[in-house]
């Protein structure tokens, strides 16, 4: 018996589209490239300038579609870390994650439509960043295009309109990049020249923004020398590791305490442990208590301690506690954002019978009421913990309260070596020049740093180093304009998108062209 096998031909329709899906799974993976550990920042506005192109007077269904490689693709490579929690987590928030760029794919192919259609694609990433920092269960704002432009021109425009303005620049920078080619597609001189002026302007003119005026205060001191600790794990796998981590910070702040003595370091006024640095409850917990105490004695300064709390069989907290030499603790920041899934579980009732994998949290962490604003010996600090540095209003609401200096405690180590420690310092320094702070960073096990209010990293610890960073740090009172105007740039960008999406359908349907026509800019 001779069977025949007919291998179908290969349409041009067909060749386009697969084209089409190799281009959009390139922008997500050179926009991936452009966040660290790569950190080729400049790939960001030429993986929007791709999508851009590939997006531009779509069929609203193919747009979808290509909005959602891109996104899968992008999110798979920079949360590669999350694998290690499980290859099913990894896979199914990049593709909850890909729906916001499947969305925002449908919205740019109506706004490309409009005169002045970059401008208004920048606005379709801050629109699509609002909705997916906040929906559902307080969102993941991980990934966010301000986040990969933590050392370039445009970072400045974070001090103006906070990290919000930053994405919007440079979407609009990878918008124009694409109405380039296609003016120099089609040989328009003018439009070349306008487009090219307009990419250069927005490229640099946020150098010519301001930089904080250092040590400017209304009161209290002008600086503060500071200590930020990195004590690591030690000890055996066979020691509790718990009491191993206390240990590390411990040890490490006993030895700075002797080179202090020595006159080999400057006498720190306060000192910073990460989060988890103390995860047996040091208030429950007598030998805990009297080892942190030990050490605020010994280094003679207050220590904030990143400690989790035991309130009950069903609950425990992720705090910040001032532990203060001779007194003990004090004042106590308890973390506002607790991550779901990997701090708490929602709808436990339903989800724990049914995934198996959530009985590795078996209490759930509360959430915090209060901004971060705690007294350190007379140093007004505004502490956010870990995953909270992503959040604009946790930031935000930690330095309006009073925060003269910004401290960020993590615990990075489940991720040491995959990208997530490297990315969560990026945010600290746009945080930093986004509120014109200086910004301490203590992890467990790295990385910790010490930036200045311009986003440059003064002093670091690198993965797996223990050790002690310390320096004299500026401390300022006076808010940016960012911090001025809080959440008012993004509502105002998010509702000119949402009219113009209503223009851009009306013009639609009035217009005879069939969808999928090269219009001109």
Request: hydrophobic content about 50%; overall charge neutral.
């Amino acid at each position: 018996m001779t069977v025949s096998l007919t291998v179908p031909a290969f349409t041009p329709r067909a060749l386009r589209l697969g084209a089409l899906l190799v281009a959009s799974a390139l922008a997500g993976l050179l926009l991936a490239l452009a966040f660290p550990p790569v950190g080729a920042s400049l790939l960001a506005p030429v993986a929007v300038a791709i999508m851009t192109l590939i997006l531009r007077n779509r069929h609203p269904v193919v747009a979808g579609v290509m909005g959602a490689v891109t996104g899968f693709t992008f999110f798979m490579v920079l949360l590669r870390w999350l694998g290690l929690i499980g290859a099913d987590a990894w896979i199914a928030l990049s593709v909850f994650l890909a729906l916001w760029f499947a969305l925002m794919g449908i919205a740019i192919t109506y706004l490309t439509r409009l005169p002045w259609w970059p401008l208004w694609v920048a606005g379709a990433w801050v629109a699509q960043e609002a909705l997916r920092d906040r929906i559902p269960l307080g969102g993941f704002p991980w990934g966010r295009l301000a986040f990969a432009q933590t050392a370039t021109s445009l970072t400045p425009w974070a001090a103006i309109g906070g990290a919000v303005l930053v994405t919007f620049a440079t979407a609009l920078a990878g918008a124009l990049l694409a109405a380039i080619y296609l003016a120099a597609r089609k040989s328009q001189v003018k439009s070349l020249a306008a487009l090219s002026a307009a990419l250069v302007a927005v490229a640099l003119a946020g150098l010519a923004i301001p930089r904080p005026i250092l040590g400017e205060t209304a009161g209290g001191p002008a600086n503060t020398t500071a200590a930020v600790i990195q004590g690591g794990v030690v000890g055996s796998a066979a020691t509790d590791q718990r009491r191993a981590v206390l240990a590390g910070h411990v040890q490490v702040t006993v030895d700075l305490a002797s080179e202090v003595a020595n006159g080999q370091q400057p006498q720190p006024d306060i000192v910073i442990w990460p989060e988890n640095s103390s995860d047996i409850d040091p208030l429950q917990d007598e030998a805990s208590a009297t080892d942190i105490s030990s050490a605020a004695d010994t280094i003679a300064a207050p220590i904030l301690v990143g400690a989790v709390l035991s309130l009950n069989s069903d609950e425990v907290a992720n705090v910040g506690i001032v532990w203060n030499p001779g007194t003990g603790p004090g004042e106590m920041y308890t973390k506002q954002r607790p991550v779901p899934f990997g701090e708490y579980v929602p709808f436990r009732s339903f989800l724990v019978p049914i995934i198996g994998r959530f009985d590795q949290v078996p209490r759930d962490f509360i959430a915090g009421d209060t901004p971060g604003v705690l007294s350190m010996n007379d140093v007004v600090i505004g502490n956010v913990i870990c995953f909270e540095v992503a959040y604009d209003d946790v930031v935000r609401d930690a330095v309006t309260g009073g925060g003269r200096v910004l401290v960020v405690q993590t615990n990075n180590a489940t991720f040491a070596g995959l990208g997530q420690p490297e990315q969560q310092l990026a945010m600290s320094r746009l945080r930093a020049v986004e509120f014109g702070r200086s910004v301490l960073v203590a992890a467990t096990t790295g990385i910790s740093a010490v930036i200045a209010p311009d986003g440059a990293v003064v002093a670091q610890l690198g993965e797996s180093q223990r050790g002690a960073l310390v320096a004299r740090i500026p401390l300022r009172d006076s808010p940016t304009l960012a911090a001025r105007l809080g959440s008012i740039p993004e509502i105002a960008i998010s509702l000119a998108v949402l009219g113009g999406l209503i223009w851009a359908g009306i013009r639609t349907r009035r217009n005879t062209r069939p969808v999928g026509s090269d219009s001109e800019f």
